[in-house]
């Protein structure tokens, strides 16, 4: 074929009309409370590069809390403005949903990262070394454990400050992750906050080996989770022929007009949708530590920086749930049936495994560990409950569990002894006498734990089991009351341990924290006795943020 024709082929096909690529329709103000905590994570990135060693801390801290400040104000605008009610719709052409639940789990997540980063950024506990304070994070990452290298740099005076851009990175993860409106959005999500924690867990100044194991046990079990739910997405894209929620739900439903051919044999098949949303939600479960996906949880808490034990401790389990009660809410109500009794199977021996283990265990972290399992289980009773109600009681509970969680690991790096944070419940004997306030703050939390009333603890579970019990789950709220019962009996004995126990004279000391974590510690009483004395106001602002844009 010669030159002129080819080209004369060219020309007719450039002539030909053409369907024009349109430009993606982004609504930057709706999304801007992620856009700028990642935009802050890049930023900390920058910091780390150009700014000198001596300064770095003090600008990471402020561009992290500043950064967080102005995406909770954002979010608290975006509900103003009624995206949170009559306004509630899907930006970002179908990627992220701006609705109540949305935005009132981006705002816990927010809060509670802020708090979670003066923990991080706590400098006053460990004793001086070599003319330098220190913070919970090792001197240099990147050196050997006991190596010369990490001697080095810890005379230098070197600090990890990577671990704010970290934390921001994970945060803003952890805001897509409940938003999410779509399967990849989702997923990206996933592994955008999964990371950094893998990196923070392994970043302890003391123990380091110990928190290395940590590190490398998460990463490796997430690796896994994560190939399931991608493995899941992949058997439900097979099956709608969409990774959108709406245009599955409608396939689940049966509300499909139009078929794309190459899909129309395998659209449909039950043992698709069946599989792939086994898988996924599979996946969700492992970040909630729901037990039989929990074994990762108390070697993780117990191995990994106190600070980043309390917050992947509190943020991870509302992003996931709140990702969880979109998927379960959104995409399958027409799949009740098949789901809800294998969650309220899940969700029974969540609540017991937590409460039963926990009673065995002699490290607090550990014990705060199994204590955070049960928790799973007590607010999947919500998941279940598949009414209204049940989305607000588990918005409500996982505020006020977010913040009691802050709290009572903040309270955990204050008892010291030569070895560091002295987290033995033997050393806790007698705490209450060697220093009242700290013990009656610890208490505080513990029997937020334990659901006692005029605690936020209390509030969230009742709110919790009326929403089971009137969803018609009232087998699950025997069972959580039981747990609950299992469960006080160990929250109360550390509260004996510190108050009517004799201190041993080789005992820990309780370091005196600057005024971050004291703000940190303070937040989560205030939090605690606020929600539990007068809940109503917090449970109606879940109430009017527990309907989901579909």
């Given at each position: 074929?010669s030159?002129?024709?080819?080209h ?26 992620m ?11 920058l ?22 400040a ?10 103003a ?34 708090v979670?980063i ?11 070394t ?9 001197a ?31 945060i803003g ?18 592994e ?22 940590a ?5 490796l ?100 749930f ?5 998927l ?8 009740r ?21 926990a ?7 550990r ?34 569990y ?13 008892v ?13 004997a ?14 505080v ?18 709110a919790?089991f ?21 469960a ?63």
């Open positions: 074929m030159a002129s024709a080819v004369s082929l060219w020309t007719m096909a450039a002539t030909d009309p053409i369907d024009k690529i349109d430009a993606p329709k982004i609504e930057y103000g709706q999304l801007s409370p856009l700028i905590v990642i935009g802050a994570a890049v930023i900390g990135v910091i780390e590069a150009f700014v000198p060693r001596k300064s770095r801390y003090y600008v990471q801290l402020f561009v992290s809390v500043v950064a967080l102005a995406a909770f104000a954002a979010v608290v605008g975006l509900a403005r009624g995206f949170g009610t009559t306004k509630a719709q899907i930006a970002a052409m179908g990627a992220i949903a701006v609705d109540g639940p949305a935005l009132f789990l981006q705002g816990t997540i927010l809060l509670a990262g802020i979670a003066f923990t991080f950024a706590e400098r006053r506990l460990d004793p001086v070599h003319g330098n304070r220190v913070d919970s994070f090792v240099q990452a990147g050196a050997v454990p006991g190596s010369e290298g990490e001697q080095a740099a810890t005379k230098a005076g070197f600090a990890t400050t990577e671990v704010f851009p970290l934390a921001l990175f994970a993860g952890m805001l897509v992750f409940p938003a999410a409106n779509d399967l990849l959005t989702l997923f990206i999500a996933l955008v906050f999964s990371l950094p924690l893998y990196l923070l867990c392994a970043l302890a100044r003391r123990k380091r080996l110990m928190s290395q194991e590190a490398v046990k998460y990463f079990l997430g690796a896994f989770a994560s190939a399931f739910t991608l493995f899941g997405i992949a058997l439900l894209y097979g099956y709608a022929g969409s990774v959108s929620y709406a245009t599955i739900a409608n396939v689940v439903e049966g509300n499909v007009k139009t078929v794309d051919p190459a899909l129309a044999d395998t659209m449909g098949n039950d043992a698709l949708l069946l599989i792939g949303v086994a898988m996924v939600v599979m996946g969700l479960l492992f970040k909630v530590g729901a037990v039989p996906f929990h074994m990762w949880t108390p070697d993780v808490y117990q191995g990994a920086p106190t600070p980043v034990t309390g917050f992947m401790a509190a943020a991870t389990k509302v992003a996931a709140g990702a969880l009660l979109r379960l809410y959104v995409v399958l109500p027409g799949l049936w098949d789901w809800r009794p294998v969650m309220m199977g899940i969700a029974v021996i969540t609540m017991l495994g937590g409460a039963i283990v009673i065995t265990q002699t490290d607090i972290k014990l705060l560990a199994y204590s955070s399992i049960a928790h799973a289980g007590f607010i999947l009773a919500g998941v279940i409950a598949t009414t209204p109600d049940g989305v607000s009681s588990v918005l409500f509970y996982l505020a006020a977010s913040f009691v969680t802050i709290g009572a690991f903040a309270v955990v790096t204050l010291r002894d030569a070895g560091g944070e002295a987290t033995h419940l033997s050393k806790w007698g705490l209450g006498r060697r220093s009242p306030l700290v013990a009656a703050v610890f208490a939390f513990l029997l937020a734990f334990a659901g006692i009333p005029l605690t936020s603890g209390f509030a969230g579970k009742f919790v009326k929403a089971a019990a009137e969803g018609g789950a009232g087998a699950l709220v025997v069972v959580g009351v039981l747990s609950s019962a299992i006080a009996f160990f929250y109360i004995r550390v509260i004996v341990l510190m108050f009517f126990s004799e201190p041993k004279a080789e005992g820990p000391t309780v370091a005196v924290p600057s005024p971050l974590t004291m703000t940190a510690i303070g937040v989560g009483v205030a939090v605690t006795l606020v929600l539990g004395v007068a809940p109503q106001y917090f449970l109606d602002l879940a109430g009017q943020a527990g309907v989901f844009v579909r």
